[in-house]
């Protein structure tokens, strides 16, 4: 059973695969995420800039469960400040850059690199129920909730080809396949 604590909270989302960005008059915010899963840890810093010069920079730990279903496990965060960031972005880490669009109740995640083509939207929830109750809009293509591939700590380590594969086997080809 995962139960939240004093410090953690539990994290229910469903995930989606996309076929592509959804249409810019949808988007409500964008921010451009670089996140860096620290090696040999659960911890990610992430730094997301605001188009309208805002930055938020946090500090998250997810502790993972294997279950199916909406529930991933606890997650606490911690807000920093730029020089907090700056002591702690040269550990060694994988980076994954995205840019990240709301369109409520969505959050969809367009990356950058290796993972280019790749859009995966997501849906939080505040219970077991109302992530049941949850019908995704006609642009989710597949749920890939269930599929840890399609996970930060997962994708951060992914090949390009290793992506393509991934997508392949939902029916899914971005438009720039190259290598």
């Known amino acids: 059973m995962v139960r939240a604590g004093k410090y953690a909270r539990v994290e229910r989302e469903r995930r989606f695969l996309l076929a592509g960005p959804p249409d810019a008059a949808a988007v409500t915010v964008t921010r451009v995420i670089s996140d860096r899963y620290l090696e040999g840890t659960r911890l990610r810093l992430r730094r997301a800039e605001f188009a309208d010069g805002r930055c938020e920079i946090k500090?998250?730990?997810?502790?993972?469960?294997?279950?199916?279903?909406?529930?991933?496990?606890?997650?606490?965060?911690?807000?920093l400040t730029p020089a907090e960031?700056?002591?702690?972005?040269?550990?060694?880490?994988?980076?994954?850059?995205?840019?990240?669009?709301?369109?409520?109740?969505?959050?969809?995640?367009?990356?950058d690199g290796d993972l280019r083509g790749l859009v995966l939207a997501e849906a939080e929830f505040g219970s077991d129920e109302d992530a049941l109750r949850f019908v995704p809009p006609d642009t989710?293509?597949?749920?890939?909730?269930?599929?840890?591939?399609?996970?930060?700590?997962?994708?951060?380590?992914a090949?390009?080809?290793?992506?393509?594969?991934?997508?392949?086997?939902?029916?899914l080809q971005p438009e720039d396949t190259q290598p």
């Open 140 to 157: 989710c293509r597949v749920e890939v909730t269930d599929d840890d591939r399609f996970t930060g700590g997962r994708l951060v380590r």
């Open 159 to 171: 090949s390009r080809q290793e992506l393509l594969g991934w997508l392949a086997e939902y029916g």
């Open 85 to 111: 960031y700056d002591v702690l972005s040269p550990l060694p880490a994988r980076v994954l850059s995205k840019s990240r669009l709301s369109v409520p109740p969505l959050g969809i995640d367009v990356f």
């Open 59 to 79: 500090l998250t730990q997810k502790v993972p469960v294997s279950r199916p279903g909406a529930v991933q496990g606890l997650i606490t965060h911690m807000y």
